[in-house]
């Protein structure tokens, strides 16, 4: 196994789905570097392909969605090349996902505890091999899980449904789930847009603490920037199947390079605009099928030329920085 | 304007209502070759019972005593003119089969018909006002339920007596009660949703809710349990018919060319079997096009 | 926008029980009916031309609140005025003209329009149900001056709901609440279900119309931002009942009932990551069938004493327009000093 510092490298991911309409071109040319032990903030808009990106790291991506080109890289492996066979292998042993609704996500029909044990059974190599003691070990490392996670009194929560927990509660528990069997990385697809605000710095907090606790790496796929900038080291900005930015978190925040970058800050609401105009990004996203090889921001960007009628590379702005926009002069890195 | 299906392009297939669905739905059915074929071979008996006049070679109640039992074509005997052959009293099967069509589909549509819209209301009523009104509605359900349905027909025809009326009367009588129970259903769910409660919130009534905001959202469950029980109503036709409660003679009927032919069954196989199979093959294909229709257009049946 | 005249929506004393039915199987095993308090006791006032944010975490009661105002859920007790009107009073007949001048804008853009209906029927049923258009044409040349002013036009006209994003159906909710010309809007999370850049452009709309059209807002959010952004005063709710409300400013520059602290500290912010002590509430929202005693708040507060167990407090003004419901007011303490504080010892 390589000693690399990254944990994970995507190389040009292309996923498209094949519709009535044409190719929905929902992730194109995407390249990701998850590093050991850090939390990368994943930022976008719905069809921005955000959690298809993450959803074709996963294997997950199905019929009429496929995966066109592009390396998966985790911990030096291939993941593209894999059989489905080696994928579920590694998929919830060595990276999990977590889904936004809770609810949908676990199966209703079967108890948090069988949930939780299947996980363990089937990805866990340091239980005993068979019998009672499997079972034993199998039950203590289900309520260590749910303590984990903060479910009070797991003992006695392991033989109920999910129905029977809060919104807060669910998403707990399914944390819980993907965290079992101690992956290396760990996805959590909007894992906190369905909760309260109380709850959601709860989970948030959880998952950052876990993280240092177990060193593994998160990537935090969000449409809230608050959400990115308190809880991660680095964030990527995607838009229209794209990344259009990237950089630590700091950095991007305080000085976005890209004009959608800039727009999505100026969007959120805040206390400190009271009584001053937003300025919304005009207009909407644009259709995936068939796009012309131009910015893909043109049609809302306030700051477009003629010049952006090409198509346009992700360029280096700065160290560890990169943004796609014609307008940035590219930096030479040494 | 570059709208809608873009900004949720991946999953643009599984969102989305109305017409496209409709389209989407028709074109699923379309695709369904046994259910397509179902469709043509139910289109073909409706055709023959409308066409009848036209297309059956003979008078269907014109006796003729040395034609008695007289065999299909094919057999010695049998003659091309008559292709079934002929019953006890020398009438042309073939010809009885295409007018006794008439009696079935008609049947099995009014019943539907009466059912579907009476159903309807009903259960609109109960869906939507709950209540005592749900509670009424609920208990004659449950209690035209707990009746066999047959028997629960048959002691309706005594009653009443036999006719073409009578018959379509005595099977909607319970009939109602499946459709009735699918809409109530649908209408607890539908009525809870936000469009809904916007409808109120601007001052609508609630006929107006019902018919407008509610029953065209409802719509196609409902359609397609009603096709599923058309062939249900006609083996209970054929049924009441068979024991002579059903339309009376000389009308040809296929439930009474059954019994007809019950006595000869040993020496004249022909005179019960091919109405037989005129009620199997229909309600066969029936039953597979609503199927069809059902995965095609249900949406819980589909993934 | 602060006239001393009479306010234009009065709430008094509202309630909203949920009640179970008792059923036989329940009387024989001797278990009452569930019976939940969505809404307890509440009363506030909406001046004409103001925004009154309501905020709360799901399950408050926050849109059972906005409902039994305009009575699509009728409030079990308690009294809801409009201009002068005793909305609770009013006959069926009168409700439905009074639904011209009391509109609602829904949180959900797909499920609050009819997926059958075309955008003219949709936002022209209002001028049908009240006779403002006689014909069908002037039914569609008003829907589709309205489509024109909230951000759509009249080629839309005869489109399904289905063929729209969701911030464009949002629009059409809009305009199917505004055709009436009515007075006041409740908002019930209009911009939750949208996207940020999206949600900007809503809010921006409203806020405009408002303007306009000289509308008065109850505004539900569960986002302190937006609430923050756009209401001139706020209303704090937590199981049922008004915890603090006062003016905007003051309530979000120096909160005063723990609740509130806390909601606010818990909101991520862009501006200062990590800036803030966080005040980490323990536990969720208690189950709004077996309600806390005494000061619903204490089961979370980390302020509690013993007083908050037994009796619950009444809201006391705090500063002017400004009243918190605590027991612990005259202290003046901060959640998050309180918080360091323990967490330094």
């Not at chain 1, 990106?53 to 009429?64: A, D, H, I, Y």
């Not at chain 1, 059974?121 to 899980?145: C, F, N, Q, T």
């Not at chain 2, 029980?229 to 009927?253: D, M, N």
């Not at chain 3, 959900?108 to 049908?128: E, H």
Request: charged fraction near 20%.
């Amino acid at each position: 196994m390589s000693r690399n510092e990254n944990l994970l490298e995507v190389d040009g991911l292309r996923t498209v789905f094949d519709t009535s309409e044409g190719v929905v071109r929902a992730v194109d040319g995407v390249d990701v570097t998850v590093r050991r032990g850090e939390c990368l903030g994943v930022v976008g808009e719905s069809g921005s392909g955000k959690s298809v990106t993450f959803s074709s790291v996963m294997g997950l991506v199905r019929s009429p969605g496929r995966i066109e080109s592009g390396a998966i890289r985790f911990e030096g492996q291939d993941l593209t090349r894999l059989s489905t066979r080696e994928m579920r292998a590694i998929r919830g042993r060595d990276i999990s996902m977590t889904m936004q609704d809770a609810l949908t996500a676990l199966n209703p029909a079967l108890t948090v505890g069988e949930q939780l044990s299947e996980m363990l059974d089937a990805h866990d190599d340091d239980l005993p091999a068979r019998g009672a003691a499997r079972r034993r070990a199998i039950r203590d490392k289900s309520v260590e899980m749910l303590r984990l996670v903060g479910i009070p009194s797991p003992d006695s929560r392991l033989g109920q449904y999910p129905h029977e927990f809060s919104g807060g509660m669910r998403q707990r528990i399914m944390i819980a789930i993907a965290l079992a069997p101690g992956p290396k990385l760990l996805i959590a697809d909007e894992p906190t847009t369905a909760l309260d605000v109380t709850i959601q710095a709860q989970v948030l907090e959880l998952i950052s603490d876990i993280r240092a606790r177990l060193g593994m790496s998160v990537v935090l796929i969000t449409h809230d920037l608050g959400v990115v900038a308190e809880h991660c080291d680095r964030v990527m900005v995607m838009y229209a199947g794209q990344v259009v930015e990237e950089g630590s978190t700091v950095d991007v925040i305080s000085n976005p390079q890209h004009p959608y970058t800039r727009g999505l800050l100026g969007s959120i609401p805040r206390l400190s605009l009271r009584g001053k105009p937003i300025r919304p990004i005009q207009g909407q996203v644009p259709n995936l099928v068939g796009l012309p090889p131009q910015c893909r921001f043109y049609s809302r960007c306030p700051e477009r030329t003629d010049a952006c009628l090409q198509s346009v590379e992700m360029r280096s702005v700065g160290p560890d920085r990169r943004a796609r926009c014609i307008a940035l002069t590219q930096e030479e890195v040494a | 304007m570059t709208s809608a299906a873009l900004n949720s392009a991946p999953v643009a297939a599984a969102s989305g209502a109305g017409q496209t669905i409709f389209r989407r739905n028709l074109r699923q059915f379309a695709s369904n070759r046994l259910a397509m074929a179902s469709v043509g071979i139910v289109v073909l008996f409706v055709l023959l019972a409308i066409f009848a006049p036209f297309i059956a070679p003979h008078d269907p109640n014109e006796t003729d005593l040395f034609r008695r039992l007289q065999p299909p074509a094919w057999q010695t005997g049998g003659e091309w003119a008559y292709l079934l052959g002929c019953d006890a009293l020398g009438r042309d099967i073939l010809s009885r089969i295409i007018y006794g069509s008439r009696i079935s589909i008609f049947i099995g549509a009014a019943v539907i018909f009466v059912a579907t819209t009476v159903g309807i209301a009903a259960g609109l009523a109960a869906g939507y006002f709950r209540g005592w009104v749900d509670v009424a509605i609920s208990r004659l359900v449950d209690i035209l339920l707990s009746f066999p349905y047959l028997i629960f027909a048959i002691g309706l025809m005594a009653m009443m007596g036999p006719g073409l009326v009578n018959i379509i009367l005595a099977l909607a009588y319970k009939e109602w009660v499946i459709p009735c129970r699918v809409v109530r259903g649908e209408t607890l769910a539908t009525r809870e949703l936000e469009y809904v409660e916007a409808a109120r919130a601007l001052g609508a009534s609630s006929g107006h809710i019902m018919v407008k905001e509610i029953l065209p959202n409802i719509l196609s469950p409902v359609i397609v349990v009603s096709t599923i029980r058309i062939a249900h109503v006609i083996i209970l036709e054929a049924s009441l018919s068979f024991l002579g409660l059903g339309v009376q003679p000389p009308t040809a009927s296929w439930g009474s060319m059954v019994a007809d032919g019950r006595a000869h069954i040993l020496g004249a196989w022909w005179v019960s079997t091919f109405p037989g199979l005129a009620i199997l093959v229909l309600v066969l294909a029936i039953n597979v096009a609503s199927q069809g229709l059902r995965d095609a257009f249900d949406p819980r049946f589909q993934e | 926008m602060t006239s001393p005249a009479k306010p234009l929506l009065s709430v008094e004393n509202l309630s909203k029980v949920y009640q179970g039915r008792q059923t036989l199987a329940n009387r024989l095993a001797g278990v009452r009916p569930f019976s939940v308090k969505a809404v307890n006791d509440v009363s506030f006032e909406v001046r004409r031309g103001e925004v009154l944010g309501l905020i709360g975490e799901s399950g408050c009661g926050k849109s059972t609140l906005g409902r039994a105002v305009l009575r699509l859920h009728e409030p079990t007790a308690g009294r809801v005025e409009f201009d002068g009107e005793d909305v609770t009073a009013l006959s069926a007949g009168a409700l439905k003209d009074m639904r011209r001048r009391m509109q609602i804008v829904f949180q959900d853009p797909y499920a609050s329009l009819n997926p059958r209906s075309t955008v003219a029927d949709i936002v022209g049923l209002p001028l049908r149900l009240h006779g403002l258009a006689k014909t069908t044409q002037e039914v569609r040349e008003t829907v589709a001056r309205i489509l024109e002013r909230v951000g759509l036009n009249a080629a839309h006209l005869d489109r399904y709901p289905h063929q729209f994003s969701g911030g464009q159906r949002q629009r059409i909710g809009i305009a199917r609440a505004l055709i009436s010309h009515p007075e006041f809007i409740v908002c019930d999370e209009p911009v939750s279900a949208l996207d940020v850049s999206i949600q900007a452009q809503i809010i921006q709309l409203l806020l405009e119309l408002k303007d306009e059209m000289g509308l008065t807002y109850l505004f539900i959010s569960h986002d302190i931002s937006v609430i923050g952004y756009l209401s001139d005063r706020v209303a704090v709710m937590y199981l049922g009942e008004i915890v603090e409300m006062g003016p905007t400013d003051d309530v979000l520059a120096r909160p005063r009932h723990p609740y509130t602290q806390s909601l606010m500290s818990a909101v991520p912010d862009v501006d200062a990551p990590g800036k803030h002590q966080r005040v980490r509430l323990a536990g969720e929202l208690p189950s709004p069938l077996d309600p806390p005693t005494g000061c619903k708040f204490h089961t979370r507060c980390p302020l509690a004493i013993d007083v908050c167990r037994r009796e619950a407090p009444i809201s006391e003004q705090v500063a002017p327009g400004h009243q918190a419901a605590c027991h612990r007011l005259s202290e003046d303490l901060s959640v998050r000093e309180t918080v360091a504080g323990v967490q330094a010892r």
